[in-house]
């Protein structure tokens, strides 16, 4: 079956920079639309990046947009999330997702658009 882990999240000071990670098994890693999602506490789940499975198309909110960085490795069926210059109000639980339909260069931004989701890895930053 398909699984997505992530992995990297912690605690880091803001202003600082983390990577986390998620690894897929069970599909076609390069034929999936990739995104990641947060969930800070208290609050709903949002959209943060996505890429397309071409590797050719990325699309950010507007919160991350200059500081994060998404990005994917085929070879590893992974995909990256680079925070840089991270808030306090970036705390949050870390999910990332994947969907198989769509074109080459589909960016999906809606939670609903994906298919598979990972159980989260905890990303805290402090003041």
């Known amino acids: 079956q398909v699984q997505l882990v992530e992995s990297g999240g912690g605690l880091v000071q803001a202003g600082g920079s983390l990577r986390v990670s998620c690894a897929a098994s069970g599909l076609t890693f390069s034929s999936a639309a990739m995104g990641w999602f947060r969930q800070p506490p208290g609050k709903e789940r949002e959209f943060v990046a996505s890429i397309s499975r071409s590797d050719t198309t990325t699309y950010y909110a507007d919160s991350v947009k200059d500081r994060f960085t998404i990005s994917r490795d085929n070879a590893k069926n992974t995909v990256y999330l680079q925070m840089n210059s991270l808030k306090p109000e970036d705390t949050a639980v870390y999910y990332c997702?994947?969907?198989?339909?769509?074109?080459?260069?589909?960016?999906?931004?809606?939670?609903?658009?994906?298919?598979?989701w990972g159980q989260g890895t905890q990303v805290a930053v402090s003041s």
């Open positions: 997702a994947a969907v198989l339909s769509g074109g080459r260069y589909y960016t999906p931004r809606l939670d609903y658009e994906y298919r598979y």
